[in-house]
């Protein structure tokens, strides 16, 4: 499998003021009061396929002639900077979150991937030297 998404929607509740962030399989994931929430619950749903998807290609031996696709870069020159620290540090895969306004790391673990989420870098790297040791 090459790639893969989720398309994420907002769609009215129940009452005209609140929104909800709906998963493409229907699943209400959080009030739109709630991006950060909405943000865990999807990736709690996506981490097994990611998990399968990087399983599998570290038991795939042949050679590919098509090559991963690598995420858009970030505009932001810092953090794509920051993003290339953290993976060089600690093999993890980070991004900015542009709706939560907080990063994100996902920390390789087998089978049991971890996901961790701080206002800064610098509070990002603590939780990540909590949580995983340095490569």
């Given amino acids: 499998m090459p790639d893969f998404?989720?398309?994420?929607?907002?769609?009215?509740?129940?009452?005209?003021?609140?929104?909800?962030?709906?998963?493409s399989t229907g699943e209400n994931l959080a009030p739109h009061t709630k991006p950060a929430q909405a943000a865990e619950r999807i990736t709690r749903i996506l981490i097994p396929f990611v998990?399968?998807?990087?399983?599998?290609?570290?038991?795939h031996r042949a050679p590919s002639s098509t090559t991963a696709p690598?995420?858009?870069?970030?505009?932001?020159p810092s953090r794509a900077r920051t993003t290339a620290d953290l993976h060089t540090r600690f093999g993890v895969i980070s991004w900015w979150g542009t709706h939560?306004?907080?990063?994100?790391?996902?920390?390789p673990g087998g089978t049991q991937w971890r996901l961790l989420n701080a206002p800064t870098p610098e509070a990002l790297t603590q939780a990540i030297l909590h949580t995983h040791p340095p490569r």
């Fill in 5 to 23: 998404g989720e398309s994420i929607t907002l769609v009215l509740g129940t009452t005209p003021d609140m929104w909800w962030y709906r998963s």
């Fill in 100 to 107: 939560t306004k907080e990063w994100w790391a996902l920390l």
């Fill in 70 to 76: 690598t995420p858009p870069s970030d505009p932001d």
């Fill in 51 to 59: 998990t399968a998807a990087l399983a599998a290609r570290t038991h």
